[in-house]
Nanobody, 127 residues
């Protein structure tokens, strides 16, 4: 498994932007498809976005398409999520993780993360 540390969260007004990061000291980072998830109190953690190990392929949940951009810098072992035009419903704790399994059949994408999670970074969008 890959050890990960999320950072960059904060408070932003609706319509604003924020970029969060996920860093690791694991040299195997660059071999994994990576993803962002988010969770609000009392709810299940949900998939937000994923990026292939080489950075060429991405997948997003429908509600963030066109607003969020996932990227990675394998030379720095760091994953990013650029969030633009933020909405109050984007408020959540954001986590990154590597894919233990992924599949894409037709238009359906599945990302199964490893069991271990970092502390996350809180993103709060005010009205």
């Amino acid at each position: 498994q890959v050890q990960l540390v999320e950072s960059g969260g904060g408070l932003v007004q609706a319509g604003g932007s924020l970029r969060i990061s996920c860093a690791t000291v694991e040299s195997t980072f660059r071999t994994y498809t990576m993803g962002w998830f988010r969770q609000t109190p009392g709810n299940e953690r949900e998939f937000v976005a994923a990026i292939s190990s080489d950075g060429f392929n991405t997948n997003y949940r429908d509600s963030v398409k066109g607003r969020f951009t996932i990227s990675r810098d394998n030379a720095k072992d760091t994953l990013y999520l650029q969030m633009d035009n933020l909405k109050p419903e984007d408020t959540a704790m954001y986590f990154c993780n590597a894919a233990s399994f992924e599949s894409k059949l037709g238009g359906s994408y599945k990302f199964v993360p490893f069991d271990s999670w970092g502390q996350g970074t809180q993103v709060t969008v005010s009205t």
